[in-house]
């Protein structure tokens, strides 16, 4: 009840209720309704702050740290930010999205801090952006939800009701009543009128978005469970949605995610979120339940080398991923999954994120100021399992084909350094020596159409993967052919020609371009017309371009012209 303390006991009614419907599902049949509760207890607590001082957690904790005191350098929110229409660039929508992204990740990053340390400095931090945040954005109840608002809006509930739990012991009785009053107004005007919509976090939707609200309200009414009536109600509708629906289809059957790029890995994230929390409150197993549903094929593939500190840069760490999806937003969840299913390759590839832990900094700012964060470092503190070895598991692919998405990669192997080669859509991306060493320029600026008869062979020694084009390829038929253990070559009967850029300054020599550690690329058939070292201008919009942002880094890369000799096109990429 409202006001009452974790150890408070449930109305009789509500006990009943909930030990049936654990009863029916096969979980824990006593639900943990004391705080913390979502993603620690009281006792494993005690545990991770033991860890901060060695291992792999003492990595994470000085990333953790770092940005917990840049946290404490922002000024927590004082005036809502209300929805405006006609919004004709979407500057709106995006200042909404990013100042409540921006509050969550501060509110959530300095509870975290305070839970694993102690530090008083971060508790009242927290609690001051955690009631901020509760003031400000309970102006989400008065208008109509939508799925312009939602994405957001769902969002931001589940930071602050991470928040609560974290801090709930350390709130006096009018603020938890506070907190909560803006979880249940905002929750329950969405809950009656737009999550209860058979379409919601169903077929009628968007997997993505789906995943994202319903696992974020999930974890917002995990919170509250036991403490105002409506949050077992919310509950039982968002694991229905996630047992129903997302779970089995979110993903494609090859393990992909079919709407966008970064989708795979905020997908994923959400749902650990949620499935984490829903175990630890109810015993309610879906890792186990839905294990084949969660598999991490998508990073064998695409990860592509290690995430150093400072901004993020396209296609730098993971394949075919912009500069806010790179190695370090992949990592918590690489975390978790290696806990689970007890993974040493996703434990591996989780590593060589040298910034876990830390807030994401993107260089998506809109026109307003108003900075796009991610914060996952108190999950990746919580999820990693320093019993799972960090190395290459034996019999794993070299080779794997996203049939729904028109995507195959090949790897020389999962050593750092190594050839990583992907095609999409016809459009490649090479990563060799550590870098991206050929990103397809045509492929970048507007979304080719999917490709045809796409042919993965793999003996061992050599993969060659094999496309025809269509009418808006810059190829008639292509090979990509990677003979192991490092050197690939590409194929292209074309009479275009083709531009690529890449990362790093190569020396030319002639037709070929040679990076300081050895890596090569030659044109073996055709020449290298020109490589121009400000070719392709990197700089940051969103709502299809129309929206310009304030890129704290926009930079120039080189642009590599080649033409093809006779209608054939030959490159070849080696590592030393």
């Known amino acids: 009840m409202p006001g009452t303390s974790g150890s408070s006991m449930l109305p009789a009614l509500l006990v009943l209720i909930l030990t049936l419907l654990c009863v029916v599902s096969g979980a824990d049949p006593a639900p943990r309704l004391s705080h913390p509760r979502l993603y620690f207890t009281p006792q494993e607590l005690t545990h991770?702050?033991?860890?901060?001082?060695?291992?792999?957690h003492a990595r994470i904790w000085k990333n953790l740290t770092e940005s917990a005191d840049w946290c404490l350098t922002r000024t927590p929110r004082t005036a809502w930010i209300a929805p405006v229409t006609p919004d004709p660039v979407y500057e709106n929508l995006y200042d909404r999205f990013y100042a409540m992204m921006h509050d969550m990740a501060v509110m959530e990053h300095l509870a975290f801090a305070y839970a694993y340390s102690g530090d008083t400095r971060y508790l009242e931090g927290a609690r001051q952006w955690a009631l901020a945040c509760g003031r400000v954005w309970r102006r989400e109840a008065d208008g109509e939800p939508d799925a312009s608002k939602a994405y957001a809006v769902m969002r931001l509930l589940k930071g602050l009701a991470v928040s609560y739990d974290i801090l709930y012991n350390q709130l006096a009785d009018a603020e938890r009543q506070e907190i909560r009053q803006t979880l249940v107004e905002v929750g329950d005007k969405y809950y009656q009128w737009y999550l209860k919509n058979p379409g919601m976090g169903a077929e009628g939707q968007g997997f993505h978005h789906a995943s994202v609200e319903t696992s974020s309200f999930g974890v917002a009414a995990l919170a509250l469970l036991g403490e105002v009536p409506e949050a077992s109600d919310w509950l039982a509708l968002m694991v229905k949605k996630h047992t129903d629906w997302l779970l089995p289809h979110a993903l494609t059957p090859s393990g992909a995610q079919t709407e966008g790029r970064t989708f795979w890995a905020s997908t994923m994230q959400y749902r650990l979120f949620f499935l984490d929390a829903?175990?630890?409150?109810?015993?309610?197993?879906?890792?186990?339940?839905?294990?084949?549903?969660?598999?991490?094929?998508m990073a064998l593939a695409c990860v592509a080398g290690p995430k150093k500190p400072g901004h993020d840069e396209d296609y730098q760490t993971i394949l075919f991923e912009p500069s806010y999806g790179q190695l370090n937003y992949w990592s918590p969840a690489l975390f978790c999954l290696a806990r689970e299913y007890r993974r040493p390759i996703y434990q591996h590839f989780a590593l060589w994120d040298g910034t876990a832990g830390a807030i994401q900094k993107t260089r998506y700012i809109t026109p307003h100021g108003e900075p796009l964060l991610f914060t996952m470092g108190g999950y990746a503190y919580a999820w990693c399992d320093e019993s799972i070895p960090a190395r290459i598991e034996t019999g794993l692919p070299l080779s794997l084909e996203f049939?729904?998405?028109?995507?195959?990669?090949?790897?020389?192997?999962?050593?750092?350094g190594a050839i990583v080669a992907g095609m999409r859509r016809g459009m490649v991306q090479v990563h060799a020596g550590g870098r991206p060493v050929l990103i397809d320029e045509y492929g970048v600026?507007?979304?080719?159409?999917?490709?045809?008869?796409?042919?993965?062979?793999?003996?061992?020694?050599?993969?060659?993967?094999t496309c025809q084009g269509v009418a808006d390829s810059i190829f008639a038929e292509q090979t990509l052919e990677l003979k192991r253990p490092g050197t690939l070559t590409l194929r292209r009967k074309t009479e275009k020609e083709t531009r690529f850029w890449f990362h790093g300054a190569p020396k030319q020599e002639g037709d070929?371009?040679?990076?300081?550690?050895?890596?090569?690329?030659?044109?073996?058939?055709?020449?290298?017309?020109?490589?121009?070292?400000?070719?392709?201008?990197?700089?940051?919009?969103?709502g299809n371009g129309l929206l310009k942002l304030a890129d704290p880094m926009p930079r120039d890369y080189p642009l590599a012209t080649v033409r093809p000799d006779n209608g054939v096109l030959v490159l070849e990429i080696q590592t030393k």
């Open 48 to 56: 991770l702050r033991s860890l901060r001082t060695r291992g792999i």
């Open 278 to 297: 829903l175990r630890r409150v109810t015993g309610r197993d879906l890792f186990r339940e839905y294990a084949k549903y969660l598999d991490g094929r």
């Open 403 to 416: 049939p729904e998405v028109n995507e195959v990669y090949a790897r020389a192997s999962f050593k750092e």
């Open 445 to 465: 600026f507007k979304e080719p159409q999917p490709v045809k008869e796409v042919v993965l062979r793999d003996d061992g020694a050599k993969a060659v993967l």
């Open 512 to 542: 070929t371009l040679l990076w300081p550690d050895g890596t090569r690329l030659r044109v073996v058939t055709g020449s290298l017309v020109s490589v121009d070292p400000k070719g392709h201008h990197d700089a940051k919009s969103v």
